[in-house]
Structures are given as C-alpha cells and as structure tokens.
C-alpha cells in the first residue's frame, strides 16, 4: 500500500471519525434546536399579529391624530375670528372708555359745582329745619290753645246751656208769679189795699218772702245784742229787712227768727230774736228759711 493510499485511508479515517463525531454532535443538537425553531416561529408569529395590531393602532392614532389637527385648525381658526372680534370690541370699547374719561372729566367739574350748590342747599336747609321747628313748635302752641278754646267753648255752651235751662226756669216761674201777684193784687184791691198803700209797703219781706233756704255761719254779740252771719246774700234774692225761720238742724225744732240788717253778694248779718231757753240753741249750722 502505498503511502498516499495510507495518508488516504488515514485521512479517510480522520474524516468518518470527525463526521461521526459532528453527525452525533449534530444529532444530538438538532431537536433542541427544532423545538426553538417551533418557540421562535410562535414567538415570530405573535410578534407578527402585535406589530400588526401595533400598525392597526398607529393607523387609528394617526387618523385620530389627523381629525385632531383638522379640528385644531378649525378651532384655530374660530379662535382667529374671535380675537379679530374681540380686538375689534376691544377698540370699540377703548374708544368709548376714553369718551367716558372726557364725560367723567366734565360730570367731575360738574360735580363739583354741584358740591358747592349741594353745600349751600345744606345750608339753606338747615335753615329751613330751623324755621319748620320754629313753625311746628308755634303750631304746638296754636293747638294747645285751640283745645284750651275749644274746652273753654264747651264749658261755656254747658254753662249756657244750664243758664238756659235756668232763664226758662225762672221764665215760668216769673208768669207763675205774674199770674199769681195779679191775683193777690185783685185780692188786695178786694180788700181795700190801695196801690199807694202797696208802694210805700216793705212788701215780700216776711211771709211774703221768696222761698229762700241758708244755714248759719257763725254768731257773734255786738252792742249786748245777739247777731248771726248767714249762707246766703243779695246773689239768693236776699233783701234788708227780710226775716228768716232759724231751725234746728238735727230735729228741725224752731228756735227763733233772724231780721236781716247788713246784705252782701254771698252773705247777710242779722239779729237774733228767740226766747232766752232758746237763745241758747243758735249756733253754726243751724237752718235758716224764709218759708217752713
């Protein structure tokens, strides 16, 4: 055998050796490597369907990013109109601030003409003030007087009233009296009594005397005489001359007689006539009547 042969069959040695060696190498690499073949297809298949997903979202995304920049662009443009709008307001507005700067300038002058107007009314109503108090307090005074008049007036229409009642009173009375001193005149005439005789005649004095009713005030002995003060004067149809019944108070015994000698508008003074046992009696108090 020939030395190439030999380094052939070496080499042929060599080489199955080695390709057995790689072939049972490989062999036992193969399905590991198959199984990560199948993992990786899985995972290259899923990364497919997200990165497809992915795609469908960026798409979305950029539709949605598209809708948003047109809207931005109409809003943009709406918001381009409003502040054209609004600057032109705005200048408007300028315009009329600065024609209410020169109105406020001129209500400010105005103003202060009117301060000085306004304080110089103050004044003149203060003044006013002072002449309606001064005109309320004599108006006070006016009604105060009034109601006193007018209490006045109704006293004085109650008194005329009551002198009313009284004047057509003594109104019948007097006819009464007339009637009744025609008849004693014709009674007297009847009798013999002249009308001279009557003339020179106290007449209306004793029995004939008005209906006339006081009390005795005091008693007092003047001269060794005894004289009584009586209730009633000259204003009671009291006369000089006129006797008085002095009664008892208490039983309305008959004491005396009284003859008036002194007359006064409220009071008269007269003598005393009684019996000694009875003298004694008269004292303040007791009645006095023309007629019993």
């Given at each position: 055998m020939s030395p190439l042969t030999k380094l052939f069959v070496v080499l042929l040695v060599l080489v199955s050796i080695?390709?057995?060696a790689g072939v049972v190498t490989f062999v036992n690499k193969v399905e590991p490597l198959q199984k990560t073949i199948v993992t990786l297809k899985s995972d290259v298949a899923n990364?497919?369907?997200?990165l497809e997903q992915k795609n469908a979202e960026y798409a979305a995304s950029v539709?949605?990013?598209?809708?948003?920049?047109?809207?931005?662009?109409?809003?943009?443009g709406s918001l381009r109109t409003a502040a054209l709008t609004l600057r032109s307001t705005i200048e408007e507005r300028d315009?009329?601030?600065?024609?209410?700067?020169?109105?406020v300038a001129v209500l400010t002058s105005t103003t202060q003409q009117q301060a000085v107007a306004v304080e110089a009314s103050e004044k003149g109503r203060a003044e006013l003030n002072n002449q309606i108090l001064a005109l309320r307090k004599d108006a006070d005074e006016r009604l105060r007087q009034v109601a006193d008049y007018s209490t006045r007036v109704n006293k004085l229409v109650a008194d005329l009233e009551q002198t009313e009642?009284?004047?057509?009173?003594?109104?019948?009375?007097l006819t009464a009296?007339?009637?009744?001193?025609?008849?004693?005149?014709?009674?007297?005439?009847d009798m013999g009594v002249t009308t001279a005789q009557l003339e020179k005649s106290d007449a209306g004095l004793r029995?004939?005397?008005?209906?006339?009713?006081?009390?005795?005030?005091?008693?007092?002995?003047?001269?060794?005489k005894e004289y009584a003060t009586i209730s009633i004067g000259s204003q009671d149809q009291v006369a000089k001359g006129m006797e008085f019944n002095i009664l008892d108070a208490n039983t309305g015994a008959f004491l005396g007689k009284l003859k008036v000698e002194v007359v006064d508008q409220n009071e008269a003074v007269g003598e005393i006539m009684a019996e000694p046992q009875n003298l004694a009696q008269v004292k303040p108090g007791n009645v006095v009547k023309t007629q019993i």
């Open positions: 080695v390709l057995t990364a497919k369907q997200l539709s949605a990013l598209d809708k948003a920049q047109s809207d931005a662009a109409s809003e943009a315009k009329a601030v600065a024609g209410l700067e020169t109105k009642r009284q004047r057509r009173n003594l109104a019948e009375q009296a007339t009637v009744k001193t025609d008849k004693q005149a014709k009674l007297l005439l029995a004939g005397a008005p209906a006339i009713n006081g009390v005795v005030r005091s008693r007092r002995n003047i001269a060794g």
